[in-house]
């Protein structure tokens, strides 16, 4: 059974029921809960590889224990094992994803330090990232609830790519979610397409709050005056949030 859960990923799609995705899963990142959703690709052209990459339903308890934390895809390379956990082929925000790539390019002989000076990796990074990110569109498009899911869990760490990731920096604003006046609900959570949806005739900005907390945000005496005018502004009260909008200056021409 090792060996058909080891080469799960080489088989084609279609001969590959959800049951066995989630057991593989389970043993490829000792995960005891069902991943929430799952993307497997061959590509073929200037480079060779399979990828099929997990994005957790759940965060793992030592999630934000950064440094012990295991993040990274098992890499194997033309079907042959050569490391658990290598952290270069996906950028540090995205680090939730777990999986298996099998290159058909890189060396045998590889190792740790050949995977951080190599272009070749950059650009099966490069590749993978874009590879998620649509992941999460097609999930926010087509699934909300489970998008809401991973949300909850994995929302505060996609929101480093912007600071991280500046070539998809449009991608990632598409995908953040934020409170806003609209509900004043804390959990009823808005994109920035929602909030341009509903701008008014002549409104020319994405209007924001940071605040140190929930309470704080809502109960803000500038937000009054936008109030009266029925304009929207997004309530950024969590930690993140400050440092993280100084990385974002437009959405969409706004």
Do not use: C
Not at 72 to 78: E, N, Q, S, V
Request: charged share 30%; glycine share 6%.
């Amino acid at each position: 059974t090792v060996n058909q859960a080891a080469a799960l990923w080489t088989r084609q799609k279609n001969e590959i029921s959800d049951e066995e995705y989630q057991a593989f899963y389970k043993h490829a990142s000792h995960d005891f809960g069902d991943a929430l959703t799952w993307a497997h690709n061959r590509v073929e052209g200037n480079q060779n590889y399979i990828s099929l990459l997990y994005i957790p339903e759940r965060a793992p308890f030592d999630f934000g224990m950064e440094r012990e934390a295991r993040k990274g895809l098992k890499l194997y390379i033309k079907r042959v094992f050569i490391m658990d956990a290598a952290e270069q082929m996906l950028p540090n925000y995205l680090r939730f994803v777990r999986g298996v790539i099998d290159s058909d390019d890189l060396p045998l002989n590889v190792s740790r330090e050949i995977l951080q000076n190599s272009r070749q990796v950059e650009k099966l990074k490069s590749a993978l990232t874009r590879r998620v990110l649509d992941q999460l569109d097609r999930l926010a498009r087509e699934e909300p609830e489970k998008f809401a899911t991973f949300w909850k869990e994995f929302g505060a760490v996609l929101k480093e790519g912007l600071a991280e990731d500046s070539a998809n920096t449009a991608r990632i604003a598409k995908l953040l979610r934020f409170a806003s006046t609209h509900a004043g609900e804390r959990d009823t959570l808005v994109s920035l397409d929602d909030y341009i949806g509903r701008m008014k005739p002549g409104q020319e900005t994405i209007n924001y709050l940071t605040a140190d907390g929930w309470n704080a945000a809502r109960h803000s005496p500038q937000l009054e005056a936008l109030k009266t005018h029925g304009v929207e502004v997004l309530l950024l009260h969590e930690r993140i949030d400050e440092w993280m909008i100084g990385y974002l200056t437009e959405y969409e021409g706004k």
